[in-house]
Every structure is written in structure tokens, then in C-alpha cells.
């Protein structure tokens, strides 16, 4: 069955992509999927023209990444009812659609791929869900693994199947990720429960599985712990742009954020950049390295999420400053910048706005087709659609 609809899918996408205009893309594009995750929308920066790739028979769709050249999109579509996604990738045009993860360890249902990454080595790192059995029954495990950009069989990174959001170094070298441990609870989320004294056995209480922040090197010998916080979780590690700190947010309790960040070194002491609560929706690196750029709530005394930068000295709750100072984007989330800084794409109450830095001036895109998910830009390695190959 899965192969046939795999089948179906490279004939649609056929289809679709001889309705297409025949025009090459160039070497500045930015994808996005809209709401109804049943398409993914390709612009051209450089011509103003756009391609529309879609994908009705499978299921629900997310695009994840560029390759590293920029001459194929990955992206995971889910057509079971138990959310297990399968990995895709397919050329610019919408052809050569290429099913990229062999595991046949479980039936097709037991088994899906989340938040892939390609890296600049050429590995496309994901969660791996698997439905095992644990010691509380039939449970949903998350490993972090990794593939070849070519497709096949993935090789595991992380064995305890509490592992999430594993993200490439910019130079390929590292993988970021936050692994999940339990505990028992105190008298409320910001303690730990009372040890049991020495020589007596406690009766088993309820637990909490918390995240804190981990890096593997890319040949899987050198891993280390970056946070060891005694409660609370870390989320959205993401890399400055010369691979040597990471960015975070650790949550005391759910809601609850305020921003870190790390050295990429055992060891490393981390550095908290604000101390009031506040709810971030997602941040990411100033292309110079020089800051952060987030979508936060409640900072600042500011309940609208406006674009904020935080600055990597001092508190950000006194000298983070708004990025665009205008009402129109006081809801804004999933700041992106272009590989060269030039622009700046973002979701405005579900549009797509770019920003050209240059000039100062921003366009509204796809107000026809609105999304919550992040747009994704080609990278650097990128050089136009006339120059990928047919391999």
C-alpha cells in the first residue's frame, strides 16, 4: 500500500510540476507551507515569481530544509492516523520524489520521522519515533538519528528514547539536541522530592521528565552535557553562526521562559541573558553573531510578541530593543533570516513578511494562503536551480 501511494505521489507531483512555469529558479528562494499543509510555495527573490508544489493524496505535510546546495527541498508527510510521519525529499521542480529512511525494524505505523535537519556535512539528522514496549506498556520512544543526504538506513546517536530537536553547527562539525530524564516532584515544579533516607526503600511516586542540553560530534566519539538544571526544561537550541555558542531557552515551569546561552565546549558555564519570565515563540542568531532575534511575549512589559533583539551581555529586560517599531508587527513569530542578511522573513498574524535590510522595506506574501509553520531560505551553497545536477 505504501508503495503504491508513494507511486501516486511522484505521478501528482509530475503532474504539478509540468503546470508549473519553466522559468529556473535563481540563487535567492524562500519555501513556506501554508496552513492547510497541503503545498509547499516556492518565491524567487531575484525574479518575483513563484512555484507551487502540491501533494493532496498523502496527508499532512511540513518542509523542513534545503539541501546543502539547495537543490532539494526535505520534508515529512503524515498519512497515518497516529502521527508518524515518513521523510521525503524531491528536486525544486517537484520530481525525482525519493522516500529517504529504510527502517524496517517496525510496520510502516509504528514507525515516523520529526524535525529533520540537513547539515552542511551532508547528514540529515531527525527524531526518530518508534512505538516500543517500556516499562510502562506500548510507548511512543524518540531516538536521535541520522541518515546519509542520499537516503537509507538511519544509525543511532541516542539510546534512551528521550530525545529531541537535534540541530546541525552551521560548520557541520557538532549536533545539538535535548534529552529528557525523570524525576519525582516536590511540593510544586520548582523542587525535587525529599530523598529517601539511607537503608529504606520509598514507595514509587509519579515523575516528571524534564529536558536539559546535549552536543555530539559528527563521528558520534566526543558527547557531552552542556546544562545540568535541577528542575525545569531546555527547548530550541540554536546555533550563532560560527558554530561556537549555542542559544537556548530553559522554561522553570511550563510558560515560564527566559534566555541562555553556552559555549560549545565541556564545561562551559552558561550564561542567563534575562531573569524575568517571559514567553518566547521562537528566536534565532543576527547573521553577524552579534545578538539574537526572538519572537517573545511579555517582555519588557510588552504582551504583544514584537520582534525583540537580546543582546548577549547584561539583561535583556532592560536593554533588549524592538526590531521592527511598528504596531502592524506586534504579532509576529519564526524570524529567518537569508543566508546573507539581506532579508528577513517572518510570520505576521499568519502572513509571510520579508524584510529587505537594505532598504528598510518589507513585502506581505501568500496573503492568500496564510501559515503558522516557519518559512525556509536556500543556502548559501545555493547558486541557482540551472546549476543543480540530475543526479
Known sequence: MRKLILICLMLIITTVAQAQPTSLL??????????????IIIHDMNTQSSRILTFPIIGELHLWDFSPDGCRLLFTVDSTSNGMPKLYSARLDGSDVRDMVQFTELPANDWGVWEPDWGANGRIAFTLYRMMQGERGLEKQSHIVW???AGGIPDFYSRTGREFTPTWSPDGAWLAYVSYDERVPGANVYSTAVPTPQGQTG????????????????DGATKYQLTRFDVGSVRSPRWSPDSALIGYIYSGSPFNDTFWMVANSAGSLNTRLSLKDNLTLDHTWLPDGSAMLASVRNLRDIQQNYLWVIPLIGNADDSATIYLNDPIFSYTDFPRFSHNGRYLAFRNEYRLVILDNTTGTWTFYDESALGNTPPVWSPAGFSGEVNCSAS
Not at 535563481?26 to 503545498?39: E, G, K, L, Q
Request: net charge negative; proline share 9%.
Open 26 to 39: 535563481s540563487d535567492m528562494i524562500i519555501a513556506t507551507v501554508p496552513a492547510t499543509h497541503d503545498r
Open 147 to 149: 541518515i546519509d543526504g
Open 203 to 218: 514507595e514509587p511516586l509519579p515523575t516528571i521528565t524534564e529536558a536539559d542540553l546535549w552536543v555530539v560530534s559528527t
